[in-house]
């Protein structure tokens, strides 16, 4: 009697300290929403970090253009052995006079030069590093709003099995309710053995649907975890019982969406950029054909001085500061060709920029109806959900009174079921169709 009542208290011990444990995972684990993932995956997301380092490069190839404007200065000396110095007054196979000269040598000075024109092609080469650097933050952005896009059908996809997982075993319950009310009145002789095996074939297929979604709803969780950059396995819960309420209208109109997308859309920035630095290099390759002014300026000191007549053993001290200008003859007829190519790749730019707005034009005109469809097909659910529910009523009632078979109640309460999966998906795809359609336009 002692050992019963020990294992009675055992157990009781052991079931408050599971409780406990559940109870502290549930605090633990925190509950997010879509809003919170989406920070997360900004932060985190490894696709995003990439496009981050991607856009510190333009920024410093921004700056290292910007620092050939700078001056050209440099500072050198050397320490040489000088050779006999022999002068050949009466030609080379006369004898030579040997100068005499120090056998060693030394020099010290700095060399100085600055740019004064050039066609503009060193600014001209900041304006196209800030064009590609501007390409990147486009990239960047557009690569923000793929990854948020992404996360919310991750997003959605779990609330919809969330969801799914909460019908089917609300559904099991109540097969397994209704297997014992069929099996008692199998008992008394009212309905057939058949009607037994029927539903416990049912209620098998609901446990088996709903281990599905069980592995369905850990690879969702997965996703999640994969996007916001955390380890494959952390727990992950979302808000999807209070997450209910949808919209019922757009917030623009088709062609305030066009007009949004055509001022904001990263993927048409992006090839309207393509234009810009298109239209630099058509510059950047004419300014070939203008002249090269610099301003230059040099001082040496050198031992010995053996660079003029009279030669001297001492120290000496010889500088320069003058303009230069160059023109490069050749530049009038080997830049033709390239002139050509360059304003080929501004036409190739534009036409482009030109397919990319038809693109941009019909996928807003997709999702923008995409989304009208959603909203109606949940009124159509809604509608159904009632109708259905009230099939499922009658049938059970006529069932009960062997008015009709249990076949058309166990296929009314599919289709109850599947009524409301219907329901959920489309309250989803309202949420999805209008985040897809803020992704495109460039105001996710």
């Known amino acids: 009697m002692k050992t019963y009542r020990s294992i009675a208290i055992l157990g009781v011990v052991l079931g408050l300290s ?61 320490v040489k052995l000088n050779s006999k110095f022999l002068i050949y007054d009466g030609g080379f196979f006369s004898s030579p006079r040997d100068v005499p000269v120090k056998g060693y040598g030394y020099g010290v000075g700095y060399n100085l030069n600055v740019n004064i024109f050039n066609g503009g092609k060193d600014r001209r080469n900041i304006k196209i590093k800030q064009e590609e650097e501007a390409r990147r933050q486009y990239e960047v952005d557009l690569q923000k709003y793929n990854v948020k896009y992404n996360v919310a ?62 592995k369905k709803i850990d690879i969702a969780k997965q996703r999640l975890n994969i996007f916001m950059g955390r380890d494959n396995e952390e727990e992950l819960q979302i808000s999807y019982q209070n997450n209910a309420e949808m919209d019922s209208i757009t917030d623009f109109g088709f062609g305030a969406y066009i007009d949004i997308a055509l001022n904001q859309s990263p ?112 009124e159509t659910a809604a509608k159904n959900i009632i109708e259905t529910t009230e099939t499922v009523r009658v049938i059970r009632n006529s069932y009960l009174h062997q008015e009709s078979l249990l076949t058309d109640l166990l296929e009314a309460e599919n289709t109850l079921l599947e009524a409301k999966f219907s329901l959920t998906t489309a309250q989803t795809n309202v949420k999805l169709s209008r985040i897809r359609l803020q992704a495109i336009v460039g105001i996710l």
């Open 267 to 378: 993927d048409y920035r992006i090839v309207k950029s393509d234009i810009n630095q298109s239209e630099l290099n058509i510059k950047q390759v004419k300014a070939t054909l203008l002249p090269k002014v610099s301003l230059y300026s040099y001082y040496n000191y050198t031992y010995p001085q053996i660079s003029f007549y009279p030669y001297s053993n001492d120290l000496w001290g010889f500088g320069q500061t003058g303009i230069k200008v160059q023109f490069s003859i050749d530049n009038l007829y080997k830049s033709k060709h390239s002139v050509a190519r360059a304003g080929i790749v501004n036409n190739q730019a534009k036409e482009k920029a030109k397919i990319k707005k038809d693109e941009i034009s019909l996928q807003v005109k997709e999702a923008y109806l995409q989304r009208q469809q959603a909203l109606e097909s949940v």
């Open 153 to 214: 059908v991750a997003y959605f996809d779990l609330y919809k099995l969330l969801h799914f997982r909460d019908f089917m075993a609300a559904e099991i319950i109540a097969e397994q309710k209704q297997l014992s009310l069929i099996e008692s009145l199998h008992k008394n002789g009212i309905v057939l053995k058949s009607d037994v095996l029927r539903t416990s074939v049912k209620l098998s297929q609901l446990e088996l649907n709903l281990s599905d979604i069980e």
């Open 18 to 78: 599971a409780s406990s444990l559940r109870a502290q995972d549930a605090v633990t684990t925190q509950v997010m929403s879509l809003e919170e993932i989406w920070k997360l995956s900004e932060t985190n997301n490894r696709q995003l970090k990439l496009s981050a380092l991607n856009l510190q490069q333009s920024k410093l190839e921004e700056l290292e253009a910007k620092d050939h404007l700078l001056p050209e200065l440099s500072v050198g000396g050397d």
